[in-house]
């Protein structure tokens, strides 16, 4: 079994700054990193570190061909990520001592996956694997649609949101995963009964995950609704709390862990993750998460 994820790739510029920079402004910054980023690269990370065979399709440009290196060390198969001659997707990120921050996003090498790459990534596909993809890349409608006709299970993860998502073949998904905003927008409701009830009419074929921060996690399964609690811990930076719930969350769920069973874990790795500053760099291994999980 295995996890196809059709996911963005990008360059993170993280500069620290007094503060966020004004129209006609100079500003010097006391701080600068560059980190491998995106909400593709961090599921697949996710996956990966819990243990999963995942295999990532995506796009950068060739000069950043070390950001591929750091993928393929972190375990990921990445024999579908092509080094464009298009500029990789970044991130330029400002971030405040408030530890606010401002961003602008370039989609890049993401916005230029093709049906055609997408029918070569599912070439060799097993009917028990999953494909997983977010909002940050182009052709979304093919990955799912080519993902149903190869008799694959869909996990969606609409982030960031747009209008765009409502437009999508949602018959062709099994799984959305949502945050609470997410849910809010697709559904056009703020209450979460509500937001419930709007899934089960509208989307009967698809189960429904919706991530709600330190309360944890509702699961809409077809014949019942799930609620787990969060874990308590010391949050320092939430920064790739989703990302590391779902990668950990569909590891044990592809690989047939009761429902329950694979929300706790994603809850479990999520927590730590919120107990560190950074995305990737956060994201728990299997043995912390094993441990965290065997203190409860
Ligand atoms: P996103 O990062 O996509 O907005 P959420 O904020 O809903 O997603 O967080 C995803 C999961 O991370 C939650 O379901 C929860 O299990 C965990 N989590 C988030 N914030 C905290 C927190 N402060 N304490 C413990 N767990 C958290």
């Known amino acids: 079994m295995a996890v196809i994820n059709f996911g963005s790739i990008n360059i993170d510029h993280v500069y620290q700054v007094d503060h966020f920079v004004q129209p006609g402004e100079t500003l010097a910054s006391s701080d600068y990193q560059c980190l491998l980023g995106g909400k593709g690269a961090n599921q697949s990370i996710a996956l990966a570190r819990a243990g999963t065979d995942v295999r990532h399709v995506g796009k950068i440009h060739e000069s950043d061909s070390s950001f591929k290196q750091t993928m393929i060390r972190d375990g990921i198969n990445c024999k579908h990520v092509q080094c ?37 990534a599912l070439d060799s596909v097993k009917s028990s694997d999953w494909v997983l993809t977010q909002n940050e890349t182009s ?9 149903k006709e190869n008799g694959l299970k869909v996990a969606f993860n609409p982030a960031p949101m747009t209008e765009s998502v409502k437009h999508l073949p949602h018959e062709c998904i099994d799984l959305l995963i949502v ?105 728990p291994s299997k043995e912390e998460v094993d441990r965290f999980l065997a203190k409860q």
């Open 84 to 120: 464009t001659e298009t500029p990789s997707g970044h991130a330029i990120i400002q971030v405040t001592p408030s530890a606010e921050n401002a961003i602008v996003l370039f989609g890049g090498a993401n916005q230029e996956m093709t049906s055609k790459d997408i029918m070569q």
């Open 139 to 147: 052709s979304i409608d093919q990955v799912l649609i080519q993902a």
């Open 179 to 283: 945050n609470e905003v997410e849910a809010e927008e697709i559904s056009g409701l703020n209450d979460l009964d509500k937001i419930e009830a709007y899934f089960r009419q509208d989307w009967p074929h698809a189960e429904v995950l919706i991530t709600l921060g330190k309360a944890g996690v509702r699961m809409l399964k077809k014949d019942r609704t799930i609620n787990v609690a969060a874990f308590e811990v010391d949050a320092v930076d939430t920064t790739a709390a989703g990302d590391t719930f779902i990668g950990y969350f569909l590891s044990a769920y592809s690989d047939h862990a009761g429902s329950e069973a694979a929300l706790e874990r994603g809850c479990a790795a999520s927590a730590l993750a919120v107990t560190k500053a950074g995305a990737a760099q956060s994201i």
